[in-house]
Every structure is written in structure tokens, then in C-alpha cells.
């Protein structure tokens, strides 16, 4: 006989509140993504944690996750291969290095 796992919820249950604009959502921090020229990358070459394949990384952009998204959509795009955007990371499988780079110096981001 199986028995059934009941999911526990930790979170502190609110009683009672008296201010009017309470919410039980965290509060979204306003995140503004500096200008193209304001940024400052680093492509670097990975193979680590990857099972032997080798990947390209292009570190530290500031903003909002949709313009993460964006840009590393247009640098897969460009590099002809698939890849991912996340926590600040854009990773293109393969070596695109001089690829990556030259897209970014035409479209005017400075790199490191």
C-alpha cells in the first residue's frame, strides 16, 4: 500500500496586517538596463560541467532578463547554434568566440 506525500507549506501564515496596501507577493525590484556602450562583457570558453563539450560564455550583463533573452537570442542567431540566457550568462554551444566578439564590437558593447 502506497502512501500518499502531503506537500508542506513553511511559509509563515499571516494573521493579521493593518496596512491598506499589504500584499502577500514579494515586492518586484525595478531592474533598468544600462546603455548598449555602458556594458561591460567578458566571452570567455568553457568546457567544465559540460560532459566534454565546449560552450561559449559571455558574462556580466546588467538588466532585466527580457533584455538578457534578447541579446543572447540574436548572438545564437548570428553564431548559427543554440545556447541559453540566464542569471546574467548567455552560453552558445561551440567555440564562437571570434563570432560573438566581432557581433558585439559592431553593435558597440565593450568587452573585457
Known amino acids: 500500500m502506497e502512501f ?3 506537500k508542506i507549506d513553511f511559509r509563515p501564515a499571516i494573521v493579521f496586517s493593518t496596512d491598506p496596501n499589504f500584499s502577500t507577493e514579494p515586492e518586484k525590484e525595478n531592474v533598468i538596463t544600462p546603455v548598449v556602450k555602458e556594458q561591460l562583457l567578458r566571452i570567455t570558453l568553457e568546457t567544465k560541467h ?6 561559449t560564455l559571455v558574462m ?9 533573452s534578447e541579446l543572447g537570442k540574436k548572438l545564437k542567431n548570428f ?3 543554440g545556447g541559453s540566457a540566464k542569471d546574467g550568462e548567455i552560453i552558445i ?16 558593447y565593450r568587452i573585457k
Open 93 to 108: 554551444q561551440g567555440d564562437h568566440r571570434e563570432k560573438v566578439r566581432g557581433w558585439l564590437q559592431k553593435n558597440q
Open 4 to 6: 500518499m506525500k502531503k
Open 79 to 81: 553564431c548559427g547554434a
Open 50 to 55: 559540460r560532459a566534454g563539450k565546449t560552450v
Open 60 to 68: 556580466g550583463f546588467v538588466g532585466t532578463e527580457i533584455d538578457l
